[in-house]
């Protein structure tokens, strides 16, 4: 929310990604930014996808600096969930005039396969 209130709208994505990185750090939260992560289908890994951030070891967050959110951003936020096995995501909008937000939750989590597939942030 400080992020949106001092930048406002109207930025690139990046530019609330740096800004976040330095708000995380100062308030002591532990991150991973554009971290890349493998996707896999059925056991094979079939390339990789960077995830905006990935927070506390526990959250993945994309942001986007659009008008409005529609479906096929919470789709695509989603997907990243499972494809990541993580159970709970934020899509974060920073292209409105009021900062918006969704909470995501992926119904496929399987925490058995956590230790194995997502890296531990140091």
Do not use: C
Not at 6 to 25: C, D, K, P, W
Not at 44 to 62: C, K
């Amino acid at each position: 929310m400080k992020v949106h209130s001092t930048l406002g709208n109207g930025f690139q994505e990046v530019i609330y990604q740096r800004a976040l990185s330095i708000e995380m750090a100062k308030q002591e939260i532990s991150f991973i930014r554009e971290m890349e992560m493998p996707i896999f289908y059925e056991e094979h890994n079939i390339g990789t996808r960077r995830v905006d951030f990935f927070v506390e070891n526990l959250i993945m967050v994309e942001i986007k600096a659009i008008i409005q959110l529609e479906k096929v951003h919470l789709a695509q936020a989603k997907n990243y969930l499972e494809a990541y096995n993580m159970e709970v995501g934020l899509l974060i909008n920073f292209g409105s005039i009021s900062l918006s937000f969704k909470r995501l939750e992926n119904n496929k989590f399987n925490p058995n396969l956590i230790e194995k597939e997502n890296p531990k942030i140091m």
